[in-house]
């Protein structure tokens, strides 16, 4: 473990261990430049339960063209009532994963759909996601053809149910692909995307006062692979961003090995004390997990 400080700021710093009680921005890095793309345009839709809507040879060419985020209660749930369309809607969209990504991993992200979402790709059932406002993601390489046009497919439904939180509000509960999609690609092994469509990477703070602290991370490795006992060496790190100025307060390295089709929790525990910072109000911190 190592501290850096630099001369160059030394009259704006000041001994606080507040970044504590600060934000704290956690993200990952991967070795192979993980491609993560919106794909919002160009989708087609139509406000009906259609048969058959999820095969590739399906034609929806007279269904509506839409961006996402969407919603059909754009304008019947203006008025905050119950006569509002509940039901299924559905949306398709073509879209080619390049042949240069072939031997990866590729995952749908879609950060809400209201209440409820099947979704298939190239006509194969992937999973179902019950909830509207919160994320999910699925790992559709299975099904994915590299090189060649896929088809994905959601059928969304803000029906009333019991199970499917919430059960009522003075609010409109929007059917549809309400916020953005995703399409990530990433490695094999990768920090997984998985686990309630969280980063992966986990903050524990404790044992807090104003001059030291405990700080645990935790982070969930996937190996999708098929090559057994890969081992690693885990950089991680923990930056101030104040304007323009990025401080390394502290970079290590852990080592770990992984068994195919096998995830693994990497923990690193930390003591701070009489950390010195830039003294400002809200200090942001981000920390970076790389494999």
Known sequence: MKFIKSVKYVNCISLVFSFLLGLLLVTGVWADSRVDTVINSTWKFNRADVANAQSPSFNDSSWSTIDLPHTWNALDGEDGGNDYYRGIGWYRKHYTISSEHSGKRVFLFFESVGRSA????????????????????????????FGADNVIAVKADNSSSLGIAPLSGDFTQWGGICRSVRLIIANPVHITLLDYASPGVYLTTTNVSSSSGDLSVKTLIRNAGTTANLSYKTPLSLILICGTVWLTLISIKFSWRLKPTA?????????????????????????????
Not at 126 to 140: K, Q, V, W
Not at 264 to 290: A, C
């Open 118 to 145: 099947d979704v298939y790709c190239n006509g194969a059932y992937i999973g179902r996601h019950e909830g509207a406002y919160a994320a999910f993601c699925f790992d559709i390489t299975s099904a994915v053809i």
């Open 263 to 291: 995830s693994l929790w990497t923990r690193l525990n930390s003591r701070w004390d009489s950390v010195i910072l830039p003294s400002i109000p809200i200090p942001v911190f981000s920390l970076t997990v790389t494999i």
